[in-house]
């Protein structure tokens, strides 16, 4: 069974400086993929950035880029010119396509709060 | 905002009774998966539905049943309710087979007492 480990319950950053948050996961899987979901008070889960495995470039959207260590089974999530309103749980997931019994499932983590001050 | 709706967005229920949660896909897709939510936890995997039936299943007692509609909207019920069943359901919307992106419901966050 997938496993995905967030080892850090609570981290926080001052207002334009960068963040870094851990995920570890476990599978022995070669073919999936990797998510960090935002979960602001709202409640909504939100989707921050995915990579594929199969691509060894690591991906980035705007201010929000991963560090994916295929071999280490490692996904870090990295926030530069962190702002107020990325305060939020942050949640590492894990999926493998069409994964034994056909379904289509996402494995989560415990998640990481972020704080973000002023 | 995503275009997945779920109702109600919150609700009580008295222990023993049953519920029934519904939820609204994105346009285009075709899978509807449900999570359970417990505070201060990742989601939990409960079912998956596509094409009307279930695709999957997590580590939940068969109370915990679910419907798909011709739509591709969803409904979840969970009969004989426990406390433990108090938390966060999210609903989320995809295409199977497709980019592996899901959209997210608000929730609906029930309290079982």
């Known amino acids: 069974a997938q496993t995905v480990t967030q080892s850090q319950p609570e981290m926080s950053v001052q207002e334009a400086e960068t963040v870094t948050l851990s995920c570890t996961y476990d599978?022995?899987?070669?073919?999936?993929?990797l998510f960090w979901y935002k979960q602001p008070p709202s409640r909504q889960m939100i989707l921050v950035i995915r990579q594929e495995a199969y691509k060894q470039q690591n991906a980035t959207e705007n201010r929000f880029s991963v560090n994916f260590q295929k071999a280490a089974k490692s996904f870090s999530l990295k926030i530069s010119d962190s702002q107020l309103g990325d305060t939020a749980m942050y949640f590492c997931?894990?999926?493998?396509?069409?994964?034994?019994?056909?379904?289509?499932?996402?494995?989560f983590g415990k998640g990481t709060k972020l704080t973000v001050n002023p | 905002e995503t275009g997945v709706t779920q109702s109600p967005t919150h609700l009580i229920k008295t222990r023993g009774q049953q519920v029934t949660l519904r939820c609204s896909s994105q346009?285009?897709?075709?899978?509807v998966s449900w999570y359970q939510q417990a505070l201060g936890q990742g989601p939990q995997f409960i079912f998956q539905y596509y094409r009307e039936e279930e695709n999957g299943r997590g580590n939940f007692p068969p109370r915990f049943s679910g419907l798909q509609f011709p739509n591709y909207s969803s409904e979840l019920n969970v009969n004989a309710l426990e406390l433990d069943d108090s938390a966060l359901y999210l609903c989320a919307s995809s295409f199977f087979g497709g980019v592996a992106e899901a959209f997210f419901g608000q929730g609906t966050r029930l309290t079982v007492v």
């Open positions: 997931a894990f999926m493998n396509p069409l994964g034994r019994g056909g379904s289509e499932k996402l494995v």
């Open positions: 346009s285009g897709h075709n899978t």
């Open positions: 599978t022995s899987e070669n073919n999936y993929y």
